[in-house]
């Protein structure tokens, strides 16, 4: 199909994506701007995937996948050296473990609309005016994610008809993305993490000032939090119970004035 698309056309851009982590509700928010160079007839729709690089998992989540080359029937089969750890899929053992080599790139672990055609209504049903329009995804949570600083919003325009893509575009995911350190320097640690009855979060300022510890959970929901205390400059500490939460991820914020720095905590019983 390639050598007979390569000097096609293309009636649409994609442009102007906005991803951005919310550390207050624990989403993701995307939206994005398509241009289309002239109207087009069709049933056309905007469509996200967001993904994620280095995925090792756990052992206990699936990453491990079944490697074919393994006994050497095929031959070595490294990756060049100096990359991935030189791991050979030729003797690399069957399952492979991910963590030899770095993980997976580009994994996808979020579809919106859990539709791989789009956002219904997402574009001008039946034909796309010229022009620029726009459209705002659905919010993501983020505790689907391993590490917000290794994923990717992709945005597509699809043809809700075929399955064909005309266009796509990635973007980096902004906001409080893997901030553990602001302007305040507040460094923010919690152990044990994951946490079944308490956990520890360990946290230090530049300055005293008064501190409030909320916890939200993966929808942005409070499920605790403490009145507004003093605390000295330096290193501080405090204990919070996890023995009441469900099994899950949590954002554990410490809010300092209009200054907030989080951390992911994963609760299991």
């Given at each position: ?32 701007e398509s241009e289309w160079f002239g ?231």
């Open positions: 199909m390639h050598n007979a698309r390569v000097n096609e056309t293309v009636p649409c851009d994609v442009k102007n994506i906005s991803a951005v982590y919310n550390s207050g509700t624990g989403n993701i928010t995307v939206s994005a109207t087009v007839s069709g049933d056309y729709r905007f469509s996200l995937v967001i993904v994620e690089d280095d995925l090792v998992g756990d052992g206990s989540n699936g990453w491990q996948q079944v490697n074919y080359y393994d006994g050497g029937t095929n031959g070595a089969m490294p990756f060049p050296a100096g990359i991935n750890n030189g791991f050979d899929f030729a003797t690399g053992g069957d399952p492979a473990d991910p963590v030899a080599f770095g993980g997976y790139d580009h994994v996808a672990r979020y579809l919106s609309n859990d539709d791989i055609l789009g956002d219904a209504g997402s574009l001008p049903a039946g034909s796309v005016p010229l022009g620029v329009h726009s459209h705002t995804f659905a919010t993501v949570s983020a505790s689907i994610l391993e590490d917000l600083s290794k994923c990717h919003a992709v945005v597509m325009i699809v043809n809700s008809t075929t399955g064909e893509i005309l266009n796509a575009e990635k973007a980096e995911i902004t906001g409080d993305v893997s901030v553990t350190e602001i302007e305040n320097d507040i460094e923010l640690k919690l152990f044990p993490n994951p946490a079944s009855d308490q956990v520890n979060v360990s946290f230090k300022l530049q300055d005293a000032s008064d501190a409030v510890i909320t916890v939200t959970d993966a929808l942005g929901n409070v499920v605790m939090n403490s009145s507004a205390v003093s605390l000295e400059g330096g290193n501080n500490y405090v204990t919070i119970s996890s023995a009441d939460l469900s099994s899950g991820f949590y954002f554990v914020n410490v809010i300092v004035g209009d200054q907030v720095v989080t951390q992911r905590l994963s609760v299991v019983h």
